[in-house]
């Protein structure tokens, strides 16, 4: 991602907390095989609590200086990522509701990493229902892991390259908001940074705050790191948002 006419900055965010987050939390303090959520996986909603984060992250938005502020947004396709974008631009002078503000484009290689027949239970559910694919993951790691029907991180890196190749192409000089997930965030900075797999399976065990910030800016022809995971905005005017 180098090059004398490419993007600016990055400014990736999480969505808010989900019902599939909020099930999966309970499903594992309960010792439950599986989450039981009742969407496909793209249609999950938020939780009113994401919906407050959401808004946080808008008034963070709302706050930058005119020269920090996104210039395009693009979502995943997902409905948590896409009402996290809603909510928040809706908080600022320059969302899709203003005169000649910004639209949120959608990208179908921005959706989450895909687990296939794994989707829905918790680690548990998969050591009691599929042994043969948890002693297979143990056995490749998990970055290079494909579940049955899903993909790996690695499947995921490289339509993220895709799709940060295509987006420099089309928005030079530009400075870009994305809503997405945690896979989406950490394998971002996997492939900005150009982090090793070990390096970025670290980073991976911590979570990915609901609606954190992690910025890249243009620095010397090359996107260097500004913030990661960073939670601050979400405290400034609601001390109880998890």
Known sequence: MNGV????ELILTRHGESAGNAAYRAARAAGAEEAGIPERDADIPLTETGRRQAAALGRWLAKLPDDERPTK???SPYLRAQDTARIALAQTHFGPDEPGGLRIEVDERLRDREQGVLEGLTSLGVERRHPQEAARLRRLGKFYYRP???????????RLRSFYRDLELSSPGERV????????VVTTRYIIEGLSEQEIMEIEK???GNCSVSRWRRREDALRPVVFDDRAHLFETDPTTP
């Open 5 to 8: 006419n490419a993007l600016e």
């Open 73 to 75: 947004v693009v979502a």
């Open 148 to 158: 049955p029907g899903g993909e790996s991180w690695a499947d995921l890196a490289l």
């Open 177 to 184: 908001l994305i809503v997405a997930h945690d896979a989406v």
């Open 206 to 208: 911590e979570p990915i």
